[in-house]
T-cell receptor
């Protein structure tokens, strides 16, 4: 079984709809991240969380919100989706030093019409 | 200027060739360095961490040059299955930030 899972894997929605993307992990890591990836722009950080009570905005948090329901679960919401939020979304966990490695979920491909 | 820069490629090489990618970073406080591999529409996966003394994993060799602020990845005896995008990643100690380059695309040709 995958260590980091995301649901749904693909989603097509309309402008103005509320969407939730879910992420679960079995790696036992405290740190979790949400990224979006757009062609030519690389991975950009939306939100990150160091534990259940520690949630922080990344570089592109406008239009997004998150919820850390438990150590293993970190959800991303688009309150009112817009077309420029069409992208590939990745959840990731991160272990501590010395390895300091990020582990990614399989991604959610979101299309906003 | 981007904090982490890579040549986007594509690098088109024949099977069996040796190919090298460089990645430059701008923040001298960067402490951890990685190469990730990403296949089309898939998640990035760790290829290897990059250590100060350089390190090798099979056909892959990574080097770090702190003075010139770049890391490199060398792939020997390229396989068709090496075709992917290679992401350079840098992080700073004590921060949340994991800075990704936009990737270098490699195509290994039969």
């Amino acid at each position: 079984d995958a260590d980091v899972t995301q649901t749904p894997r693909n989603r097509i929605t309309k402008t103005g709809k509320r969407i939730m993307l879910e992420c679960s992990q079995t790696k036992g890591h405290d740190r979790m991240y949400w990224y979006r990836q757009d062609p030519g722009l690389g991975l950009r950080l939306i939100y990150y969380s160091f534990d259940v009570k520690d949630i922080n905005k990344g570089e592109i948090s406008d239009g997004y919100s998150v919820s850390r329901q438990a150590q293993a679960k970190f959800s991303l919401s688009l309150e009112s989706a817009i077309p420029n939020q069409t992208a590939l979304y990745f959840c990731a966990t991160r272990d501590r030093q010395p390895t300091d490695t990020q582990y990614f979920g399989p991604g959610t491909r979101l299309t906003v019409l | 200027r981007k904090e982490v820069e890579q040549d986007p490629g594509p690098f088109n090489v024949p099977e069996g060739a040796t190919v090298a990618f460089n990645c430059t970073y701008s923040n001298s406080a960067s402490q951890s360095f990685f190469w990730y591999r990403q296949d089309c529409r898939k998640e990035p996966k760790l290829l290897m961490s990059v250590y100060s003394s350089g390190n090798e994993d099979g056909r892959f060799t990574a080097q770090l040059n702190r003075a010139s602020q770049y890391i490199s990845l060398l792939i020997r005896d390229s396989k068709l299955s090496d075709s992917a995008t290679y992401l350079c990643v840098v992080s700073r100690a004590g921060t949340y930030k994991y800075i990704f380059g936009t990737g270098t695309r490699l195509k290994v040709l039969a």
